[in-house]
């Protein structure tokens, strides 16, 4: 069994900043790859930023590039994703999730919604 308990949301202006943290445990095997993924009411979760705990490989999606960025503290077994220059258009509820990858590069850049089986509850991100 795996959790993963987000944190870090909240409302903020545009411009402004925010840092979610997402704390895992439970089977050490099925959390070596976490991803965000941001969900707007009535669309699919898209994949913001990956990491492999292990390997280091990272991603950050293409419209997020150069504002979010990934990183994790393994003493806390929490990852975090720091996000600068909020826009209204990153508003959404934040979730993290975990898998098994073999790989941290198929992690970073091959890993999609489907191969997440674990998920947190969500935290909630308002851009005003």
């Known amino acids: 069994q795996v959790q993963l308990v987000e944190s870090g949301g909240g409302s903020v202006e545009t411009g402004g900043s925010l840092t979610l943290a997402c704390e895992a445990s439970g089977y050490d095997a099925v959390r070596n790859c976490i991803a965000w993924f941001r969900q707007v009411a009535g669309n699919e979760r898209e994949r913001d930023a990956t990491?492999?705990?292990?390997?280091?490989?990272?991603y950050i999606a293409d419209s997020v590039k150069g504002r979010f960025a990934i990183s994790q503290d393994s003493a806390k077994n929490t990852v975090y994703m720091r996000m600068n220059n909020l826009k209204p258009e990153d508003c959404g509820m934040y979730y993290c999730?975990?898998?098994?990858?073999?790989?941290?590069?198929?992690?970073?850049?091959?890993?999609?919604?489907?191969?997440?089986?674990?998920w947190g509850q969500g935290t909630q991100v308002t851009v005003s």
């Open positions: 990491i492999h705990v292990h390997e280091g490989n990272t």
């Open positions: 999730a975990s898998t098994f990858s073999a790989s941290g590069s198929y992690c970073a850049h091959n890993t999609g919604l489907d191969d997440f089986g674990y």
